[in-house]
């Protein structure tokens, strides 16, 4: 029995327009009709070269931290960051990000333990460089929060406000020890004005011409944040809205943000977070002439970690389908926390 369809062949109607033919000669479901025949016309594939494993270590411990809100996510001990590291490598990983996390009592209102040699973030850039060398990207966080009491990513002055510039020379100080520590890449993340050109400068002056900046172009004030900041036992008091992106915006900003990005030197940008601002990342795409990633944060991986525990949905499809449409929208690179995982199924 055929089936009627509005609108078909002769009716005049959007199924008859461009199409000779029209229904039933045009069947859309014959490239869907089997597994195989799905998997040779699909448009848009991740490849697990395209995806970078952020990771974080902690000093002071003896066993890896499991982060509450991230299920299947630890806080890792040197040892386990190597091995981390290294599955990484043979799963075919393109990238890691690491994130240092110091004791509280090594925190202090600049961010000491962020340049000091010996802080945690860049004894594990030591560490991961050793264990398995070029085989991997290595990606080191920019950023002073972690490594501040107060938790903001920058110096505050006197009234409790962000120095944008004072914090610019804290960031020349720490880009050149995580170089110096093993870093192939370095990711500016606080969104101070001016910051790649700053550490572009600072960089090339001492001899790292050849170190690339993954810029946090649009990071955006998300409540999506929240367990990123267990996992790097943030302190931050009050908000970052005056550095961060507003929600609210539309891609105006953003793209003034990458064209100042662009022009001061930045070898690869970035939207952060993922899902809800994939209208910025198809504007990055088609605007951008260097590689565009976004970052899957925290608490998008925490949503489907939980529905998935719940029953709610299936936990591995969500993942595959996520990452996907991160490709679509234009991505080349794709932080995420499952990047391991879903190196091995790719």
Same mark, same amino acid.
């Given at each position: 029995m055929?089936?009627?369809?509005?609108?078909?062949?002769?009716?005049?109607g959007?199924?008859s327009?461009a199409v000779?033919?029209?229904?039933?000669?045009?069947r859309?479901?014959?490239?869907?009709?089997?597994?195989?025949?799905?998997?040779?016309?699909?448009?848009?594939?991740?490849?697990?070269?395209?995806?970078?494993?952020p990771?974080?270590v902690?000093?002071?411990?003896?066993?890896?931290?499991?982060?509450?809100?991230?299920?299947?996510v630890? #806080?890792?001990?040197?040892?386990?960051?190597?091995?981390? !590291?290294? =599955?990484?490598?043979?799963? @075919?990983?393109?990238?890691?990000?690491? +994130?240092?996390?110091p004791e =509280?009592?090594?925190?202090?209102?600049v961010?000491? !333990?962020?340049? /000091?040699?010996?802080?945690?973030?860049q004894?594990?850039l030591?560490?991961?460089?050793?264990?398995?060398?070029?085989?991997?990207?290595?990606?080191?966080?920019?950023?002073?929060?972690?490594?501040?009491?107060?938790?903001?990513? @920058?110096?505050?002055d &006197?009234?409790?406000r962000? $120095?944008?510039?004072?914090?610019? =020379?804290? +960031? !020349?100080e720490?880009?050149r020890? #995580?170089v110096?520590?093993?870093?192939?890449v370095?990711?500016?993340?606080? *969104?101070?004005?001016?910051?790649?050109?700053y550490?572009r400068?600072?960089?090339?002056k001492?001899?790292?011409? /050849?170190?690339?900046l993954?810029?946090?172009?649009?990071?955006?004030?998300? &409540?999506?944040?929240?367990?990123?900041?267990?996992?790097?036992?943030?302190?931050?008091?009050?908000?970052?809205?005056?550095?961060?992106?507003?929600?609210?915006?539309?891609?105006?900003?953003?793209?003034? =943000?990458?064209?100042?990005?662009?022009?001061?030197?930045?070898?690869?940008?970035?939207?952060?977070?993922?899902?809800?601002?994939? $209208?910025?990342?198809r /504007?990055?795409?088609?605007?951008?002439?260097?590689?565009?990633?976004?970052?899957?944060?925290?608490?998008?991986y925490?949503m489907?970690?939980?529905?998935?525990?719940?029953?709610?949905?299936?936990?591995d499809?969500?993942i *595959?389908?996520?990452?996907?449409?991160?490709?679509?929208?234009?991505?080349?690179?794709?932080?995420?926390?499952?990047?391991?995982?879903?190196?091995?199924?790719?």
């Amino acid at each position: 029995m055929t089936a009627h369809v509005p609108g078909g062949a002769g009716a005049g109607g959007v199924g008859s327009g461009a199409v000779p033919g029209g229904f039933p000669s045009v069947r859309p479901r014959r490239l869907r009709t089997t597994p195989a025949m799905r998997r040779m016309v699909t448009e848009h594939r991740p490849h697990p070269a395209d995806l970078i494993l952020p990771v974080f270590v902690r000093d002071g411990i003896s066993e890896p931290v499991p982060v509450s809100s991230m299920p299947g996510v630890v #806080q890792h001990t040197r040892e386990t960051l190597k091995k981390a !590291a290294s =599955e990484a490598v043979r799963a @075919g990983v393109g990238g890691i990000m690491i +994130y240092g996390v110091p004791e =509280e009592a090594d925190k202090d209102a600049v961010g000491t !333990a962020g340049t /000091d040699p010996e802080g945690i973030l860049q004894v594990a850039l030591r560490d991961v460089r050793a264990e398995v060398g070029d085989d991997i990207v290595i990606m080191s966080d920019l950023c002073l929060d972690e490594t501040t009491d107060h938790g903001h990513c @920058g110096v505050l002055d &006197a009234q409790g406000r962000i $120095d944008n510039d004072a914090t610019l =020379e804290r +960031y !020349a100080e720490m880009a050149r020890v #995580q170089v110096e520590a093993g870093a192939h890449v370095l990711g500016p993340s606080g *969104m101070m004005d001016g910051q790649i050109g700053y550490v572009r400068r600072a960089l090339d002056k001492a001899g790292h011409q /050849d170190v690339a900046l993954f810029a946090y172009t649009a990071k955006y004030a998300s &409540a999506f944040y929240g367990p990123f900041r267990e996992a790097v036992g943030s302190s931050l008091k009050g908000d970052r809205n005056t550095y961060q992106q507003n929600p609210a915006n539309n891609a105006r900003e953003a793209l003034r =943000e990458l064209s100042l990005d662009a022009a001061e030197g930045a070898d690869m940008v970035m939207v952060k977070p993922g899902l809800p601002y994939l $209208d910025i990342l198809r /504007d990055f795409a088609e605007r951008a002439e260097v590689p565009v990633g976004v970052y899957q944060i925290s608490g998008e991986y925490a949503m489907v970690e939980a529905a998935a525990q719940n029953g709610w949905i299936d936990r591995d499809r969500a993942i *595959m389908e996520t990452l996907t449409s991160f490709k679509r929208a234009g991505a080349n690179l794709i932080l995420t926390y499952w990047a391991t995982e879903a190196a091995g199924k790719l």
